[in-house]
Every structure is written in C-alpha cells, then in structure tokens.
C-alpha cells in the first residue's frame, strides 16, 4: 500500500506525493518527508504524522499551533481513509488523502472501491478490517491451539486456547497509550489564601497535581482534575470555621518550563462530599485524550492500566535537573471495581493526583485520586463518568463510541 497526498488549494494546486514508509512526518520544515513549504504559515515546523498499522492509516496531531482537521472536524489522533480531506492549520494547505495498492501486491487487501461503497453504506472501513483481521487471527489462533493441544495433550491445549482468545485486536502497547494522551496531561498548580472564621487571612499556601485535557474547540480547553487540588481546604481544614478562596490557577504544558504557565479558571465542580471532580477552563488550545470510556461496565478486574501525572511535582524536576516538565507514566491493574472508586494495584504518589487512568485501548477510565498510606501499592481512581456528568456535552467529541 502506498498514501498519496494531493493539494487541493495554494500555488501547489494538483501536485501530488507518495509514500511507501509505515511513517510520514508532516510540517513546514525541511526536514519533513511532507514539507509543505516555509511559505505555509499556519502548519508548525512538526506539525503531523501519518502511521500505517496494517491496511489503516492514522493522522497524529504532534502539537501543533493550529491544529490539524480531518473533513473539517479537529483531531489530535484520526483515522484516515481514501479521500479525506486533511487541513494543516485552520485556514492552512489542505491535501485530499488517498490510499492506493502497489502494483506488486497480489490483492489481498481491500480495493479502494469497496472501502468507499462501505462508507457510504454506513460499515467503516476500521469495521471492516477489524472483522478481516479478527478472521484471519481467529484461524491462526485455533491452529496454534489444536497443535499445542497435540503436543502438550489436552489440558495444555485447552489452557492455550483460552489465552489466545483473550488477545484483543484493540490492545495498545504502554508506549502506544503513553503517545496518544501524554500530550494532553498538564501540571496544574494552585495558590489559595486560608482565612478564619472572620474572614482574615491566615496563611498563604499552594498544591500541585496533574491534569488532562479532554475538551478543545479551538480557542479553549477543558482541564479534568481532581476537586481536592482546587479546594485542599475542605480536606484539611486546620480549624472549625476556616475557610479559603482560590488566589491562582497555573496550567503548565507537556515540554514546557514551569514559568511558561498558563491561567486557567474553575469551569464546573463536583458536589461537596461527593465525587472529587474538577474541570478547569483555559484559553491555550491543546491537544486533548484520545477517548474517554464512561461506561464503568466495562472496566474489569485484571484489567491492565496506564497512570499519566507528575508525581513528587517540581520536587521530581529539580531532582533530575530537567528544565522542562514532562508528565511519567505508571502502569498497574485494575484490583477491584466498586460503586465510588476504581481500586488499581500501583504506586502513586502526590502529584499525581488528578491524573488520568487509562486502559489498553488508551481510554481514559477515571481519574487518579488517592493512595493508602499504609498499603503504598493501592490507589484509588473515580470513575471517570462523574466528570462526564459535570460536562456531557463539551466531552462529547472524546466519549468512546459503540
């Protein structure tokens, strides 16, 4: 298979590129396989990639100024078919997308004809090749069993089939989930005043913890935390009657220095005493999670799942010396699914607070929210849905779909 990239606006009208690579890196400089042009004002020196994983292509956003559009509708990570049309940059060069079958390849894969009859008639091409790859690997799965089955007689077979067949097509690799969503994960700190029961101010304090952008249109973003890194009053009050007012909010971005904050504001907050969500509002545009999973249902013990944050905050920075802040990734299970929390088998840390909880199709399924002091490797996560409930119809775009 090879991608081709047609222009079908700007000086370069009908010209037209090729590649054969499972990579294509996208952007106005030179050094891009797709060099759009100095001239290309919009589009950023990096501004995208192009994957081939199988018979699919997916468009990544790498963070660019002003976004990349698939048929007119922003994405940070969008699957490609033929003729799309891809805008780099709002008001920038836009290329129609197209996928064309080499000539030495004997025609296994799907003709550009049907994929676009399935379109039309509503089955996806990502259905389609699911149902093409989730065929071939059903066989070759049933023939490893039967042979192993053979040869390590029929309990052994048995055992190895029931594990061949919990193999999702879906699964991500850590690195894959990691790539998708830390681009959207923030630090977040807060500056508050505490003040007593007359009002006076008392003391002057601050929190940090981590985020995660889950709405962007463009001009402004939705940041998901957690209520106690906004409110930390209310959980450590240090007297009847006390209270506090938030003086502060600094959202610093993925690979950027801590004095390159920028202000946010408080958008929505759970209800006290109840679920400890909060979403933050900003003017930076960013990329956001690649989906969200509201659906607690499906989340099951044993799952494997993906922690994004900043544990120990700057503590961690001026220890290794970085001069940018860059989000870690822990990985664990899912131990147990109550009604308020998601319980996980992982070591977390203050920080980390507020952070995503992702599982291997990188969906984000809670939301970081406290550890055990006493058991240091049990955490707890709220389910993402309470977030979802804050804010239904701004989340919209990223809730994952049937």
């Known amino acids: ?63 660019s100024t002003n976004g990349t559009l698939i048929n007119g509708r922003r994405v940070v990570v ?3 078919a ?17 996928v ?37 690997r059903n066989n070759g799965f049933l023939i490893a069993a039967l042979m192993a089955a053979m040869l390590l007689g029929g309990i052994g077979g048995i055992v190895a089939s029931s594990r061949l067949r919990a193999s999702d097509p879906e699964t991500l690799s850590f690195a894959e989930v990691a790539e998708l969503n830390s681009p959207a994960v923030v630090f977040i700190r807060v500056e508050f005043e ?14 940090t913890g981590s985020g995660f952008v889950a709405s962007d249109d463009g001009e402004s973003g939705l940041i998901i935390t957690n209520r106690h890194l906004v409110r930390d009053w209310e959980y450590n009050s240090p007297s009847p ?13 993925p690979h950027q220095k801590p004095e390159e904050s920028v202000a946010a504001e408080i958008y929505s907050l759970g209800p006290p005493n109840s679920a400890d969500v909060a979403i933050l509002k900003f003017s930076s545009p960013s990329p956001f999670v690649h989906r969200i999973e509201p659906d607690i249902n499906n989340i099951n013990q044993g799952d494997e799942v993906v922690v994004i944050g900043y544990p120990l905050g700057l503590d961690l920075l001026e220890r290794t010396k970085d001069e940018r802040v860059d989000p870690s990734l822990s990985t664990g299970i899912v131990s147990r699914v109550g009604q308020d929390f998601i319980q996980l088998n992982l070591r977390a840390y203050h920080g980390n607070s507020g952070g995503p909880v992702l599982n ?26 309470a977030a979802v409930a804050l804010a239904r119809n701004e989340l919209d775009s990223t809730i994952e779909k049937d």
């Open 194 to 207: 505490l003040l007593d029961s007359s009002g006076t101010v008392t003391a002057r304090e601050a929190r």
């Open 360 to 385: 291997r199709k990188g969906s984000v399924i809670g939301i970081l929210t406290a550890n055990i002091g006493s058991a240091r490797d049990i955490a707890l996560a709220t389910p993402i849905s």
């Open 241 to 253: 009657g006390a209270s506090g007012r938030v003086t502060k909010i600094d959202v610093v971005l």
């Open 1 to 63: 298979m090879r991608a081709t990239f047609t222009y079908v606006i700007t000086s370069k009208k009908g010209e037209r590129a090729e590649f054969d690579g499972r990579r294509i890196s996208i952007g106005r400089a030179v050094d891009n396989m797709l060099c759009l042009g100095e001239d290309a004002l919009r589009v950023s020196s990096h501004h995208a990639e192009v994957m081939r994983r199988g018979d699919q292509y997916l468009l990544r956003d790498l963070g």
């Open 78 to 80: 969008g699957e490609l």
């Open 82 to 98: 033929h003729d799309d049309l891809i805008e780099f940059g709002a008001g920038g060069p836009l290329l129609r997308f197209g």
């Open 100 to 136: 064309e079958q080499n000539e030495n390849q004997e025609g296994h894969e799907t003709p550009i004809s049907e994929q676009v009859a399935r379109r039309h008639s509503g089955v996806s091409d990502s259905t389609a090749s699911h149902q093409s790859r989730r065929g071939l």
